[in-house]
């Protein structure tokens, strides 16, 4: 297949001239950030470090690192790179966990970030004879504008869509030949779902390809999107704190997303020791932003868990490779002692036949976890017949308990009883208060 890139120079460049690249923009940043956001001047100071010490990436390690700690005690403006009046915009984490992070831009930081959204647009075969439908919530949201701006960079007739409103998605789809789809895997899923029982086949429907990110979706869910809609599906992936999405993009091989690492330097480190692990090693990603002026975060630790790897890669990019992030080290449940991923479910349902659509229910009654999961049927698999709900539910319940170790009450709901999500679904309602 013919490789497009949005910008060769950087995605397909040699190893050991990204190394020098990165390691020129390291010092300057360092330098940047030492002189002007205090609050990391102070973390710096505390460890001893000068940005005299840092010379290169090998000198990364001696960086303290960030967290989403900081980031509230710094709340709202104490991370700052540059004056507000050199700042040109402001978007917020919609946030996983705890309370939101406010990221701020300037004019470079907008441009460098678009130009990210227009590689994984590029990567994904879109141009300018695309329509791009931009279906992730515009706002605060970093989903909508990051996209939309990528679209604009590489010419597609942009759809400003936001989320939400499926009948008019579908509608405008349809008729303005979208052929190219930016939303959450969940609302993809939806979107599909309702074209379906509007009776669209995969062919009817003139999407070609969708990037879909923001929150865990697994493979089974991705071969899902792909045959109800007739599409690839390619991950995209980012956060708030690292201007939003475009940090890393899958491209035609769809085994792992590129780093866009002109940009972001990636490592892999332990979580609870902070001991930088090598490739191929599950551990919290984290992220040094080298050019990113308004918010310039250093060795920022994401919480995701995630595997780098640096094997070559088909589509002839050079960029290292995230997998899709296997839960947080903050969203794993641990259920009855036992630790649980909502993906793992997640897998179990897309095995058997079940759609995506569920939500676990955690409890704690006389000192003991209840861990329910509710899971929708789909209309074709739906039946009042209790017998048969019970056997299905029981089904359920032993391949849950052979994947996680622990069993789940499994509890079949009607078609459309689960609410759906626009944005991120809520896959999770924890009760306990454990902390
Ligand atoms: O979700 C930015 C984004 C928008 C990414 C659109 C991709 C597409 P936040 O709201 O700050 O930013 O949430 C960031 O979402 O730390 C991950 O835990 C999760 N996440 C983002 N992309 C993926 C993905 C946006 N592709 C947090 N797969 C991150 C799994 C993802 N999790």
Same mark, same amino acid.
């Given at each position: 297949m013919a490789q497009n890139y949005y910008q060769k120079d950087v995605e397909t460049m040699p190893r050991e001239e990204m190394k020098k690249l990165q390691s020129e923009k390291l010092v300057k940043q360092v330098k940047h950030v030492y002189e002007n956001v205090a609050y990391y001047r102070d973390l710096m100071d505390k460890k001893g470090v000068k940005p005299e010490d840092i010379k290169g990436i090998d000198d990364l390690h001696k960086l303290p690192f960030l967290s989403k700690a900081d980031l509230r005690d710094a709340y709202p403006y104490g991370l700052l790179g540059k004056p507000l009046d050199e700042c040109v915009r402001i978007h917020s984490t919609s946030g996983t966990t705890?309370?939101? $992070?406010? =990221? %701020?831009y300037?004019?470079?930081?907008?441009?460098?970030?678009?130009?990210? +959204?227009? &590689? =994984?647009? $590029?990567?994904?075969g879109g141009s300018n004879k695309d329509v791009c439908q931009v279906a992730y919530g515009y706002g605060l949201f970093t989903g909508g504008a990051g996209l939309h701006g990528g679209s604009h960079k590489v010419g597609c007739l942009t759809l400003p869509m936001s989320s939400g409103n499926t009948e008019r998605?579908?509608? %405008? *789809? *349809?008729?303005?030949?979208?052929?190219?789809?930016?939303?959450?895997? /969940?609302?993809? =899923?939806?979107?599909?779902?309702?074209?379906?029982e509007q009776g669209y086949k995969p062919e009817d429907i003139p999407l070609k390809a969708g990037i879909f990110g923001a929150e865990p979706w697994t493979e089974e869910m991705r071969q899902n999107i792909q045959n109800t809609?007739?599409?690839?599906?390619?991950?995209?992936?980012?956060?708030?704190?690292?201007?939003?999405?475009? $940090?890393? %993009?899958? +491209? /035609?091989?769809?085994t792992g997303m590129h780093v866009n690492e002109d940009h972001f330097i990636a490592e892999i480190i332990d979580p609870d020791t902070g001991e930088v692990l090598p490739d191929g090693t599950k551990g919290e990603l984290v992220f040094t932003a080298l050019d990113k002026e308004a918010f310039p975060l250093l060795r920022y630790r994401t919480r995701d868990i995630c595997v780098l790897s640096r094997e070559k890669c088909s589509c002839g990019r050079t960029l290292v490779k995230m997998a899709k992030p296997m839960g947080?080290?903050?969203? *794993?449940?641990?259920?009855?002692? $036992?630790?649980? %991923?909502?993906?793992q479910i997640e897998t179990v349902l897309l095995n058997q036949g079940y759609q995506p659509n569920y939500q676990i229910v955690v409890d704690r009654v006389n000192n003991t976890d209840t861990f329910d999961v509710n899971v929708e049927m789909a209309p074709e698999q739906f039946t009042d017949i209790v017998s048969e709900i019970l056997a &299905?539910?029981? !089904?359920? =319940?032993? !391949?849950?308990?052979?994947?996680?170790g622990i069993n789940p009450s499994v509890h079949l709901v009607a078609p459309k009883t689960i609410a759906r999500s626009e944005g991120k679904a809520v896959r999770v309602v924890d009760k306990r208060k454990l902390i």
């Open positions: 705890g309370k939101r $992070v406010v =990221a %701020f300037t004019q470079h930081d907008v441009d460098l970030w678009e130009d990210c +959204c227009a &590689r =994984a647009i $590029v990567a994904a998605q579908i509608q %405008f *789809m *349809m008729d303005l030949n979208a052929s190219i789809i930016c939303c959450t895997p /969940s609302y993809a =899923a939806y979107i599909g779902e309702s074209l379906k809609l007739g599409i690839k599906a390619y991950d995209i992936y980012g956060l708030t704190e690292t201007s939003g999405p475009g $940090v890393a %993009f899958e +491209c /035609s091989e769809q947080r080290t903050d969203d *794993m449940l641990i259920i009855r002692g $036992v630790n649980v %991923f909502p993906s &299905r539910e029981k !089904a359920l =319940a032993e !391949a849950m308990k052979v994947m996680l």
